[in-house]
Nanobody, 125 residues
């Protein structure tokens, strides 16, 4: 049974920081690229960042580039999203996901097959 569990969300003031974690179980996730998505109320789920299988390559949405950092620790089967300089528009439920395609890293929703339950991030003014 594949399982992804996010943690680390919460309430933070604008300009603050949070670090999200995504713990994976059930399969060897070092063989897969991983991504983070988010969904704000009334909006579609959108891509945030992705990291390659080894962690050597990363890809970010323009809206978070320079503020967010995605990383992974394959020894712990855990992925991270460090979020700095948070803005109210970053408020959303954040989801981690496993990419199904074996090579490259992708931003499209359809490239991911397993999803966590999400963790709420709220940024106040």
């Amino acid at each position: 049974q594949v399982q992804l569990v996010e943690s680390g969300g919460g309430l933070v003031q604008a300009g603050g920081s949070l670090r999200l974690s995504c713990a994976a179980s059930g399969r060897t996730f070092s063989n897969y690229a991983m991504g983070w998505f988010r969904q704000a109320p009334g909006k579609e789920r959108e891509f945030v960042a992705a990291v390659s299988r080894s962690g050597g390559n990363t890809y970010y949405a323009d809206s978070v580039k320079g503020r967010f950092t995605i990383s992974r620790d394959n020894t712990k089967n855990t992925r991270y999203l460090q979020m700095n300089s948070l803005k109210p528009e970053d408020t959303a439920v954040y989801y981690c996901a496993r990419q199904s395609r074996p090579f490259g890293i992708y931003s499209d929703y359809g490239a991911y097959d397993y999803w966590g339950q999400g963790t709420q991030v709220t940024v106040s003014t």
